[in-house]
């Protein structure tokens, strides 16, 4: 198959942060990745940069907390937000992450937008839609990546991706993804060449 050129190959992981203070200066631009723990959000990451383990992937999800930075170049960033909803996660932890966040989402300058990671055959679920109403508040733009699609044949896979698309706030899109057979690769490619105005390349 011929795909688009990939500039997301040269990720470097930069930074895990514990405190919004400990990133990297409020400059250039930044495309967040959130997601619910096990939606695969790190496997889809590791599948866009083309790298086997930039993002850790795991069996016991949710229990990294911090923000972990990784750079494209000196001016663009991904940041993968901690993963949401892990049950062992204690209440006052999570109460504090999610502060931490709301910060993040609102003062962060330089985010140009969220990918917003959902399991394909558990989509819209509370943190979800919570996500969504948050970007939509503050005018951010946020790009649902309906991961795992290999999991569904394709017609329950397009159903669930129109269904979803129904639902979305304003300024929100969605596409299906696989992190198995990189279905969706460029379309998620595009998407984020857009948010860092990517220099056009021959
Ligand atoms: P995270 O907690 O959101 O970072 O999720 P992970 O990337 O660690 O993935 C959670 C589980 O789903 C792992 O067992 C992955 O191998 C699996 N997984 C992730 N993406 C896909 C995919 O596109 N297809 C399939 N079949 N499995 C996936």
Same mark, same amino acid.
């Given at each position: 198959?011929?795909?688009?050129?990939?500039?997301?190959?040269?990720?470097?992981?930069?930074?895990?942060?514990?405190?919004? #203070?400990?990133?990297? !200066?409020?400059?250039?631009?930044?495309?967040? *990745?959130?997601?619910?723990?096990?939606?695969?959000?790190?496997?889809?990451?590791?599948?866009?940069?083309?790298?086997?383990?930039? !993002?850790?992937? %795991?069996?016991?999800?949710?229990?990294? $907390?911090?923000?972990?930075? *990784?750079? +494209?170049?000196?001016?663009?960033?991904?940041?993968?937000?901690?993963?949401?909803?892990?049950?062992?996660?204690?209440? #006052?932890?999570?109460?504090?992450? $999610?502060?931490?966040?709301?910060?993040? *989402?609102?003062?962060?300058?330089?985010?140009?937008?969220?990918?917003?990671?959902?399991? &394909?055959?558990?989509?819209?679920?509370? *943190?979800? $839609? $919570?996500?969504?109403?948050?970007?939509?508040?503050?005018?951010?733009?946020?790009?649902? /990546?309906?991961?795992?699609?290999? #999991? +569904?044949?394709?017609?329950? !896979?397009?159903?669930? +991706?129109? #269904?979803?698309?129904?639902? /979305?706030?304003?300024?929100?899109?969605?596409?299906?993804?696989?992190? %198995?057979?990189?279905?969706?690769?460029? !379309? /998620? &490619?595009?998407?984020?060449?857009?948010?860092?105005?990517?220099?056009?390349?021959?």
């Amino acid at each position: 198959m011929n795909r688009i050129h990939n500039p997301y190959r040269s990720a470097r992981y930069v930074i895990s942060a514990h405190q919004l #203070k400990q990133l990297p !200066a409020d400059s250039g631009y930044e495309v967040a *990745f959130a997601g619910r723990s096990n939606a695969g959000k790190s496997s889809a990451i590791n599948t866009l940069t083309e790298q086997k383990s930039l !993002a850790r992937t %795991s069996k016991t999800p949710g229990r990294t $907390q911090q923000i972990v930075i *990784f750079d +494209l170049d000196e001016e663009r960033r991904i940041a993968d937000l901690p993963g949401y909803g892990y049950a062992k996660v204690p209440e #006052k932890l999570r109460a504090h992450w $999610q502060k931490v966040l709301q910060r993040y *989402f609102e003062e962060r300058e330089c985010l140009r937008g969220v990918v917003l990671v959902m399991d &394909i055959r558990h989509p819209m679920k509370p *943190f979800d $839609q $919570q996500m969504l109403a948050w970007c939509s508040a503050i005018g951010l733009p946020c790009h649902v /990546l309906m991961t795992k699609a290999d #999991k +569904l044949k394709r017609g329950p !896979a397009q159903a669930a +991706l129109h #269904k979803v698309r129904r639902a /979305l706030p304003e300024g929100a899109s969605a596409q299906v993804f696989s992190a %198995s057979n990189r279905e969706g690769m460029d !379309a /998620l &490619i595009r998407q984020l060449n857009e948010w860092y105005a990517m220099p056009a390349t021959g």
